[in-house]
């Protein structure tokens, strides 16, 4: 399905992941002009696509980028049991299949490509560069979850009770957590727009999701001297969903060289800073993005350079061992 908004096209459709299920995936672009960049949005947990990510595709769009958008398994549009996510991994490979597939195509292979992902989805764009580490041209990282705040993880005691339980229980709804739309989502009006969308998950964590996303945050608080692409992460102060203090410490201990690598703490700011804040606030955060965005684009496509330099050598040698036979 294909439509406009002003000067922007958006389309959407189903695809097929590798365990045959259907994801849906969405994309908004400039409608009479190419994209300067490629952004793959990555969404957090219990979140979707379409709709909570449409201002901040508009956004992109409007500043000169093609967003590319999917739904995870149990979230969204996708097929899945709701707010179900039996393996991180398997989710992992979903965004990685879709989003390379997009980057391979014609039009698209010479042109620089972002991740961009709030709280799970920012672990989702560390996985992703994990996965394939010289393949993104930088991440935003909004809000990441590299660690959940200690004041909703439940006690440890819990935790070990809750792990045994999942291997029996999996898909049951019984990890005691508040509730995360009052406390991720500053602004009232956007809370009253969380609850009524019907593609958003509301109801308590499902066993298996919860230790899957506590592994994925403790395995991440642990490697964070792993990371090596560029990138911009930002974290509100008083965010009590994912720990601000880690995403200072992502910035000082990642091995990107210090002028690829930036952070915002925005005083006050809650959790989501791309969709639950205050539409100042929203602005301002926003207005960061694009600005570091618009500066790595800038600089051309060092990666194509790079890969060309590669393949160049690569010939070069193989050319020099010829000779020598």
Known sequence: MASEIGSITYEEEHILNSRGMKLFTCRWLPANSEPKALVFFCHGYGMECSITMK???????????????????????SSGLAGYVPSFDDVVTDCSDHFTSICERKENVNKLRFLLGESMGGAMVLLL??????????GVLVAPMCKIADDIKPHPLVISVLTKLARIIPTWKI??????????????????????????YKGRPRLQTGYQLLSVSLDLEKRLQE??????????????????????????????????KSVKLYKGMWHSLSYGEFPENIDTVFADIIEWLDAKASLGNWRLEREQKLENDGLLISSSSKKSL
């Open 55 to 77: 201002g901040a595709a508009i956004r992109l769009v409007k500043a000169g980028f093609g967003v590319y958008g999917i739904d995870y398994e149990g979230h969204g549009k």
């Open 175 to 200: 990890i005691p957590t508040q509730d995360i739309i009052d406390v991720a989502f500053r602004d009232p009006e956007i809370r009253k727009e969380v609850r009524a969308n019907p593609y958003c």
């Open 227 to 260: 990371v090596s692409l560029p990138f911009l992460v930002l974290h509100g102060e008083d965010d009590k969903v994912t720990d601000p203090s880690v995403s200072k410490l992502l910035y000082e201990t990642a091995s990107t060289s210090s002028e690829d």
């Open 129 to 138: 560069h994990r996965k394939k580490p010289d393949y993104w041209d930088g």
